[in-house]
C-alpha cells in the first residue's frame, strides 16, 4: 500500500508546474486515485512521514521567521480553508522531487506564477464581494491594484528571456571557480617536479665554487700591482 501511494506521489508531483507543491495537495490527489483504483491511503501525517523518509522526494517542512517548525493549528475542515485550498493556497509542508534542479528559470516560473495565481485569487474575491459596502470594495481595489503593479513587475524582472542568461552566467561562474581548483591539483602535482628542478642547479652550482680560486690569484695580481704603482 504504501509503495503504492509513494508511486503516485512521484507521478502526481512530476506532472504539477509547480514544482514545490504543498504535501495536502499531493495527499488529496493521491486520495483522489486511492479511492479510483481501490488502494488505501493513510493518513496526513502518516503520509508526510512516508515522503520524508523515502530519498525519491526533497521534504521542505514549514519554518517560521526563527527557523522553527511551524505547527498546523488552522482549522481543518473549516469552509475557510476548503475556500482556501480551492484556490490553490495551501498550508503546511512542503515538497518536490530530489531529480528536479532549482534553475533560475524554474525559480522566475514558480514566482510568476505565484503572482498569477494571487490576481485570480483576488479577482473572483472581487467578483464575490459583499454587496453595498464601499469600504470592502475600496480594501479589494486597492489591494488588487498593488498586485497588478507587483505582477508586472515580476514579469519584467523575472521573465524568462532574464533568468535563461542569468542561468547561463551562473554555469559560466561554476567553470570559472572550478578552473581555479583544476589550477591548483595541477600545481600541486608540479611541486615535486619543481624540487627536482631545483636539486639540479645545486650540482651545477657546485663547479662555480672553483670560481672564485680562480679570481683570487688575479685579485691579488691586481694588488701586487697597486703595490708596484
Not at 35 to 50: C, E, N, S, V, W
Not at 104 to 133: S, Y
Not at 157 to 165: G, I, L, N, P
Request: hydrophobic share 30%.
Amino acid at each position: 500500500m504504501y509503495e503504492r501511494c509513494l508511486n503516485e506521489a512521484e507521478r502526481i508531483l512530476a506532472s504539477d508546474k509547480d514544482v514545490i507543491v504543498p504535501v495536502k495537495k499531493i495527499w488529496d490527489a493521491v486520495q483522489k486515485q486511492g479511492r479510483a483504483q481501490g488502494f488505501d491511503i493513510p493518513a496526513l501525517p502518516d503520509f508526510t512521514a512516508l515522503l520524508e523518509g523515502d530519498t525519491r522526494f526533497e521534504f521542505l517542512p514549514s519554518l517560521d521567521e526563527n527557523g522553527e517548525p511551524i505547527e498546523d493549528n488552522l482549522r481543518d475542515g473549516t469552509d475557510q480553508e476548503e475556500e482556501l485550498e480551492s484556490l490553490g493556497f495551501y498550508s503546511g509542508d512542503r515538497v518536490k522531487l530530489r531529480s528536479v534542479e532549482l534553475t533560475p528559470e524554474v525559480i522566475g516560473g514558480l514566482i510568476r506564477q505565484k503572482v498569477d495565481k494571487t490576481m485570480d485569487a483576488l479577482a473572483r474575491a472581487w467578483e464575490r464581494r459583499p454587496e453595498k459596502d464601499p469600504d470592502t470594495e475600496d480594501q479589494l481595489l486597492d489591494i488588487l491594484a498593488k498586485t497588478q503593479k507587483l505582477q508586472r513587475e515580476v514579469k519584467n524582472t523575472f521573465s524568462a528571456e532574464r533568468m535563461k542568461e542569468l542561468g547561463q552566467l551562473l554555469k559560466k561562474t561554476e567553470r570559472r571557480n572550478g578552473t581555479p581548483e583544476n589550477n591548483a591539483g595541477s600545481h600541486t602535482k608540479e611541486r615535486p617536479d619543481a624540487k627536482k628542478k631545483a636539486t639540479v642547479p645545486k650540482k651545477k652550482l657546485q663547479p662555480s665554487k672553483k670560481r672564485p680560486k680562480v679570481k683570487k690569484p688575479s685579485s691579488t695580481s691586481r694588488s701586487k700591482k697597486s703595490g708596484r704603482s
